[in-house]
């Protein structure tokens, strides 16, 4: 896609989408609804409840289609598939670990398949099984049997998933790259960014070996694997506080993983919304699929919590800061 393109009709559209965004008071309110099946009846009045359910433990339901959808209405905007597919490639890759996991333990996974990436779920399966990868150009063949044969060998699933997250980046920074969209450039790398940082995190905090961060380390960041390696042998606040992300990691880090991991999320939001007064080329596109994501995170995490039993006042507390 051309830097210099833009698109009115699309941004005039997104702007009429984004009145039907769950604001932070709707999100608020279903965190205090008195039990589960008051948060399903609160969500209920909005776009996700054109997918009835009989069980509020179907709730995933309600998300998975109302995210297909969104995807389908957002991809009629702007002709690049490769525009799209950016943000669709982790459901996919999502889908292959559960289906390797599936295979290996014998165990219907079914339920834990979600919509909404660039493979019909149909096509997926079938194509897995019978290894056809050639019909599954966004899946990297080499990594999804790497993943397997290193399962057999270790009998640890962590491979699965950290093996299958690299390339899952990999395809997305590379995806990003063709585009030639600087503003979700940034973001794939800000995300990489993040998503290793709170690797580097939990890695330190549960004292696990430096071999194991670096094979979960994702590419497509701007911070090096060095810098993070030299970080978890030494301090990880005073290394990475020298780094762009320094207020973020001095700041949250302290306080904890659920903390940070918020915080994360709440920081690209933030770059998100600086799209929201472009008028005419696609970054508000972008920024409103990404913020329908972060939406659905909340709306998960909130219905999570309320089967749980927690708290309300802890629910607001993970509660991702809203788009609009």
Not at 105 to 112: C, H
Not at 152 to 175: H, P
Not at 181 to 204: E, H, I, P
């Amino acid at each position: 896609m051309a830097k210099n393109k833009i698109y009115p009709f699309a941004v005039a559209s997104i702007r009429s989408m984004e009145n039907r965004l769950l604001t932070q008071q709707k999100l608020m309110q279903m965190a205090d609804a008195k039990d589960a099946g008051e948060a399903i009846r609160i969500l209920c009045e909005t776009d996700y409840g054109k997918t009835e359910i009989d069980d509020i433990h179907d709730f995933e339901k309600m998300i998975s289609n109302h995210l297909e959808e969104e995807y389908q209405a957002v991809g009629k905007l702007i002709p690049s598939v490769t525009f799209m597919d950016i943000f669709k490639f982790k459901n996919d890759y999502h889908n292959i670990k559960v289906l390797i996991k599936e295979e290996i333990s014998k165990v219907n996974g079914k339920k834990y398949l979600t919509k909404g990436g660039t493979i019909p779920l149909d096509d997926l399966q079938k194509h897995f099984r019978d290894r056809n990868y050639v019909e599954l150009p966004n899946i990297k063949a080499d990594a999804v049997q790497e993943a397997i044969e290193m399962y057999a060998k270790t009998k640890s699933a962590r491979y699965i998933d950290s093996i299958l997250d690299r390339a899952c980046f990999q395809v997305m920074s590379d995806a990003a790259h063709k585009l030639g969209n600087d503003y979700v450039s940034r973001y794939v790398s800000k995300l990489a960014d993040v998503t290793n940082l709170k690797t580097l995190l939990r890695a330190w905090k549960l004292e696990r070996s430096e071999e194991e961060l670096e094979e979960s380390i994702v590419p497509g960041g701007e911070l090096p694997a060095e810098l993070l390696a030299r970080a978890f042998k030494n301090d990880v606040i005073q290394v990475m506080k020298e780094t762009s992300y320094g207020p973020l990691c001095e700041t949250y880090m302290p306080q904890g993983f659920t903390v940070f991991e918020k915080a994360c999320d709440d920081y690209l939001m933030g770059y998100v919304k600086d799209a929201k007064y472009k008028t005419l080329t696609p970054e508000p596109v972008a920024a409103y699929i990404l913020a329908k994501e972060t939406e659905a995170k909340c709306v998960r995490i909130i219905m999570t919590c309320k089967i749980q039993g927690i708290d309300p006042e802890i629910i607001k507390e993970r509660v991702r800061e809203a788009y609009v």
